[in-house]
Each structure stands twice: as C-alpha cells, then as structure tokens.
T-cell receptor, first 111, second 116 residues
Framework: LAKTTQPISMDSYEGQEVNITCSHN???????ITWYQQFPSQGPRFIIQ???TKVTNEVASLFIPADRKSSTLSLPRVSLSDTAVYYC????????????FGTGTQLKVEL | SAVISQKPSRDICQRGTSLTIQCQVD?????MFWYRQQPGQSLTLIAT?????????ESGFVIDKFPISRPNLTFSTLTVSNMSPEDSSIYLC?????????????FGEGSRLTVL
C-alpha cells in the first residue's frame, strides 16, 4: 500500500477554513483515499473517502487532483471541537483489507 | 453504522499476568481488527480476527502473546499475555460492515491498559 505523508501539526483559529494535505506518491489504480478523525481518549472516526476530483459531505470536503498523488482534506469554519488528530490513509478498493494508519496531523484550534 | 463496545475500558495490571479484552458489536460485521495505540502515537494493527479460525497477525505480533478469538460475527476477544510495562497501551477493536466502503471502519472507545 502507498505510504502517506502529512504534516505533524497545524494550528488554526475558530471560524477559519483548514486544509490538511497528504502526499501519497505511490498510490495505485485501485486505491482510495480515506481520512479519519481521532479525539483524545476515543477511537478514530471515519470522515470521508474519495477516489478522484472532489467529494463533500456534512463534515468535510476532500480534493484529489488528477494524478492522485496527493489529497487535501478541507474543514470549513473550524471550531474548538475540531481539535483532533487527522489521519490520511490509502486503502485498496474492493474491501476485505486492513487499514494502516500513518502518523496523522494534530490540528489545534484556538479562539 | 455499527456501535462497538469494549470491556474493560481501562485496567491496571501486574507484570506477568494476562488480561482479556472483549469487543461486542451491535450488528453483524464482516471484518474485525485489533489495533494498539501507545500514548501520543498512531495506531498499529495487531491482527485481523477471523471468524471460526485463527487470527491473522501482523509482523511483530504473535499468537502466544496476543491470542484472539472470534466465535461469531459480532464478538471478539484479545488477550494480552504475560504482561510487561511495555504492553501499557490503548487497545482498540474495529470492524467493517458490508454496507460501507472499503476504507470505513468503526472503532470502539478503546481499552487503556497500564502494566505495573
């Protein structure tokens, strides 16, 4: 599976848009890009998944360029409660496969 | 979605003892996994719990140390055997259902284990 690289930490303020970029240069044709969020003392929570272009749900947007070698998780108008670790994963399509978590990005949102 | 309950949520154990962590899912799931997360670190996959057969372990994890059971589609246990302080960690159960995409796992709250 493709290895992912993302910033170790990011800081933001309430109301701002936050964009976290993940590199996955060796992504394969059948791989999907998936993002998780983890709050302290909780298990990770699935946020969003995409294959190409743009995916949006009630929580975030995921932008994937045509070459798919990177992706950007966009969190609109963050609040203090968005302070968490965000993990970018590359997942083999078709199901039945384990997920490998990278180092993640610690997002800290302040007033 | 699937709701995953783990027991115990936390425990303090003595060196050399063993502890079994239980994972109960509120619906039938296709895949179940056990992860370990040490303080301030990312998650490391221990094994895939296979229903009715031996678990599939990742490199660095062995059955004698982390025996796993999965008797049915909603339940699994992980035992941490002959514990040492290095086993102090959070152990997380996760599961995937057929109704969700390949990358979507549900996680329990974790079991925080401290070994003295």
């Amino acid at each position: 599976l493709a290895k992912t690289t993302q910033p170790i930490s990011m800081d933001s303020y309430e109301g701002q848009e936050v964009n976290i970029t993940c590199s996955h240069n060796n992504i394969a044709t059948n791989d999907y890009i998936t993002w998780y969020q983890q709050f302290p003392s909780q298990g990770p929570r699935f946020i969003i998944q995409g294959y190409k272009t743009k995916v949006t749900n009630e929580v975030a947007s995921l932008f994937i360029p045509a070459d798919r070698k990177s992706s950007t998780l966009s969190l609109p108008r963050v609040s203090l409660s968005d302070t968490a670790v965000y993990y970018c994963l590359v997942v083999l399509g078709g199901g039945g496969n384990k997920l490998t978590f990278g180092t993640g990005t610690q997002l800290k949102v302040e007033l | 979605s699937a709701v995953i309950s783990q027991k115990p949520s936390r425990d303090i154990c003595q060196r050399g003892t063993s502890l079994t962590i239980q994972c109960q899912v509120d619906s039938q799931v296709t895949m179940m996994f056990w992860y370990r997360q040490q303080p301030g670190q990312s998650l490391t996959l221990i094994a895939t719990a296979n229903q009715g057969s031996e678990a599939t372990y990742e490199s660095g994890f062995v059955i004698d140390k982390f025996p796993i059971s999965r008797p049915n589609l909603t339940f699994s246990t992980l035992t941490v055997s002959n514990m040492s302080p290095e086993d102090s960690s959070i152990y997380l159960c996760s599961a995937r259902t057929d109704r969700r995409g390949a990358g979507e796992l549900f996680f329990g709250e974790g079991s925080r284990l401290t070994v003295l």
